[in-house]
């Protein structure tokens, strides 16, 4: 009896995993037949798997880049809200232990009203950011536009990590964050420009999307 049940026991979970695919493909074909086309239904099950290997690896090292720059959206929204009200950003902070800080200043006596605006646009842009950077997947010209946006906001905190009033020696997170991931995206929007690689946009695409899903995420799940 003992030899029968070990293999029954092994197959549960690629039993597990059979019955996830089976099931995303039946949505599939689902959403085909009511009103999605091909290429935004697997745009769809791309979200979904996507979700479930960020909810899965959440707490591991595979996600730690990632959740950085995450953190580096959020901090550039303060920013961007700081800009807005029309005052003066004076350095942005990532630390390794995934947190961050803006610092600002406003002048004397209107301090406290573009604090209402400031405070809650961390969250509110992580979750604006996500979505505009989902939604510019399924267009490979917006892909490229965005990603070009984002390049242009590394190199603006680039310039904070090395010449911000309160740049701390002791942490070159934003700084390495800022390079790797620079050099990432400009490889990736170099190849869509400059080669004729079949699959450069859908490369460019699917790392944007793993870094869309990692914005609305955190938008929900560091409030939670």
């Known amino acids: 009896l003992k030899s029968s049940s070990r293999p029954r026991h092994r197959l549960r979970f690629p039993a597990c995993i059979f019955a996830v695919g089976a099931a995303m493909t039946r949505s599939a074909d689902l959403l085909a037949e009511l009103c999605c086309t091909e290429t935004q239904v697997v745009l769809l099950v791309d979200y979904a ?5 960020c909810f899965i690896l959440w707490y591991s090292r595979v996600l730690n880049p990632l959740k950085l720059f995450t953190v580096f959206l959020h901090e550039l929204s303060h920013a961007c809200a700081v ?5 003066k950003v004076t350095g942005i902070d990532v630390n390794a232990n995934q947190g961050g800080v803006t610092h ?14 400031v405070l809650p646009a961390g969250y509110l842009g992580s ?3 996500g979505g505009a950077i989902l939604v510019s997947c399924v267009k490979p010209w917006a ?7 984002l390049l242009f906001a590394l190199l603006v905190a680039l310039g904070f990590s090395f010449c911000g009033s309160t740049r701390r020696s002791a942490d070159w997170t934003l700084a390495r964050l800022c390079i790797g991931m620079f050099v990432l995206l400009a490889g990736m929007v170099g190849a869509c420009f400059y080669t004729e690689w079949k699959y450069r946009d859908l490369l460019l695409s699917r790392t944007m ?3 869309g899903i990692m914005n609305t995420l955190f938008a929900t799940y560091d409030i939670w």
């Open 127 to 129: 979750a604006v950011w």
């Open 104 to 117: 600002w200043t406003a002048p004397r006596g209107r301090r406290c009203s573009p604090q209402w605006i």
């Open 49 to 53: 798997m996507y979700m479930m290997a």
């Open 209 to 211: 999307l793993l870094v």
């Open 83 to 87: 800009w807005l009200t029309c005052n």
């Open 143 to 149: 892909n490229r536009t965005m990603a070009c946006v």
